[in-house]
């Protein structure tokens, strides 16, 4: 009986770990419909597996505690709308485990509506009830509350913001309850903020999950050069104290606050934050600033430059934006002249994920979906940063585990151009498309008949020309600067979609 209950419990404990997946929650900015050239990005332009969530942003908060949508021509199908509410949810059938969110407030809604709102007792129930037919009615799985910030900014209510805002989450939880709807968060992330807007064990026993935006920790506001989103503290002989905004230290807080690990989503950045230098010659993290530095060419936004703009920017000026590396922060940042960029690579993104598992987190969240190379301008693959994010947490897309990769964790630059060695493949399977479920792996070979020099000029997976079956991934040993080549078959009768990197069905494919 005794070995029994052992091969129980160990049952019990592999069927959770199997079953459990990590949170990859994607917020979308709608306004990024209006964005020219390569930034423009439409919910045509959403791939439903990329994300575990996809959250919408943003629909408003009347003082009358009804909801408000920004733009009815975009959001609605009436008067020839485009029915961005429609489109956004209907992602879901090519993907039914997406879930879907409509996101509350934002930066740009301030604070005054909602503390008028939550600080009535009439007024929170009829939001609650609002908020939940509102969310059921266009299709959405869930709210996410992002109400910036309680007790802060123009609030009308500073004094009472914070046990308010834990109220409005209750009633919203006895209404979301009843239409079996989740209910999210997204909260100020370093104690100076939050401890001024959350009470923090209580407003963890109402939501699902607590999107914690660990970046924006320094920006153009600052008066020296800053990290965007340092995963760890680092020193700056003008940062002294500031430098304890780093990510660490913020989820360390909110942990000891009171906050289960299993509801905190950590926030990462998929963009940038630029300064202007005050001196060209002094350009390192702490370094005196006069403001917000060089705006990205779509977001068009000072102080701001998503990881696609700054990409082209390097494709476009080899050479003209040089990579460094912060080995006590680990970020990187760059610098052109007197422009000054703190942002992610694929490296630290990778150190992050890793860092939330090792905490035993939900998962990770970012800010947001359309700043990521969604186009595959800079490399051959669409969303790069989220399939690397996809990758280390161990999540899988369109039926099949995403293919495991090597990131060097070294620093070091060269000027020569990469080499290429090939290698045996690694023992993993690409991802199938939904419509194709039923084919679960793929078969991996060596091809020793083609040339090495010949093969790869960039990261990424590349269909092979002759065969629309066969296809092989390049990857970048930074360490030695030469390609790592691995050679793929897709299934039998499938053909490899480089679109979407999935083997899908051939009348799916242009090939």
């Keep these: 009986m005794v070995k029994i209950a052992y091969i129980l419990v160990f049952l019990i404990a592999f069927i959770y770990l199997v079953t459990a ?8 900015g709608t306004w990024a419909t209006y964005r020219n050239g390569n930034g423009k990005c439409e919910v045509k332009d959403l791939n439903p597996h990329i994300c575990s969530h996809l959250i919408y942003g943003f629909v408003g908060i009347n003082e009358d505690a009804t909801i408000r949508i920004m733009d009815p021509w975009l959001e609605l199908p009436d008067n020839w709308g485009k029915d961005n509410f429609g489109e956004f949810n209907r992602l879901k059938k090519a993907n039914p485990n997406l879930k879907t969110i409509v996101a509350i407030g934002g930066w740009n ?60 989450l209750a009633e919203m939880r006895k209404e ?5 709807l989740s209910l999210s968060a997204a909260v100020a992330a370093v104690n100076a903020s939050a401890s001024l807007s959350y009470d923090i064990p209580t407003i963890s026993k109402y939501l699902d999950f607590i999107n914690v935006m660990s970046y ?21 002989e003008d940062l002294p104290v500031e430098a304890s ?15 289960p690990k299993e509801k905190i989503v950590m ?33 068009s936004e000072n102080g701001m430059i998503g990881y696609n703009e700054l990409c082209e920017k390097r494709l476009n000026l080899p050479g003209a934006w040089p990579e460094k590396w912060d080995d006590q922060a680990s970020v990187p940042y760059t610098f052109n002249n007197a422009d000054w960029i703190s942002y992610d690579n694929e490296l630290s993104i990778k150190m992050k994920v890793e860092y939330a598992l090792s905490k035993g987190l939900s998962g990770v969240m970012v800010w947001s979906i359309e700043t990521d190379d969604f186009r595959g301008v800079c490399q051959s693959t669409k969303y790069p940063l989220l399939r690397l994010i996809n990758e280390v947490a161990g999540r899988v ?49 060596t091809d020793p ?45 499938l053909f490899f979609d480089a679109d979407t990197i999935i083997c899908n069905f051939p009348h799916l494919v242009d090939c």
Excluded at 21 to 28: G, R, S, T
Excluded at 245 to 259: M, P, Q
């Design 449 to 493: 008949s083609t040339s090495p020099g010949s093969v790869c000029k960039k990261p990424g997976y590349f269909r092979n020309e002759d065969d629309c079956n066969k296809f092989y991934q390049c990857v970048l040993d930074s360490d030695t600067m030469s390609y790592r080549v691995y050679y793929f078959s897709c299934p039998s009768g």
């Design 245 to 259: 905004l780093n990510v660490e230290t913020a989820i360390d807080y909110w942990l000891s606050a009171g906050a």
């Design 397 to 445: 897309i369109g039926g099949s585990n995403v293919t495991t990769t090597t990131i060097s964790t070294s620093s070091s630059q060269s000027t020569q151009g990469p080499t290429i060695s090939t290698t045996n493949p690694p023992a993993t399977g690409m991802p199938t498309s939904t419509s194709a479920s039923t084919l679960t792996s793929t078969s991996t070979t």
């Design 109 to 168: 809604e301030g604070s005054a509506k909602f503390s008028k709102v939550a600080n009535d007792q009439t007024l929170r129930e009829n939001f609650a009830r609002n908020a939940a037919e509102f969310t059921a009615k266009y299709g959405f799985d869930g709210m996410d509350m992002d109400w910036e910030y309680p007790s802060q900014r123009d609030s009308t209510n500073k004094d009472t913001d914070k046990p308010a805002f834990s109220l409005l």
């Design 21 to 28: 997946e990590n949170k990859v929650i994607c917020y979308y």
């Design 216 to 236: 924006d920790l320094h920006g153009a506001w600052d008066p020296v050069t800053g990290y965007n989103a340092a995963l760890k503290r680092y020193d700056a």
């Design 176 to 180: 979301f309850d009843k239409k079996q």
């Design 267 to 299: 926030g990462i950045p998929l963009y940038g934050r630029s300064f202007r230098l005050a001196n060209q010659a002094q350009n390192t993290v702490g370094s005196p600033s006069t403001g917000a530095g060089i705006a990205g060419q779509y977001t």
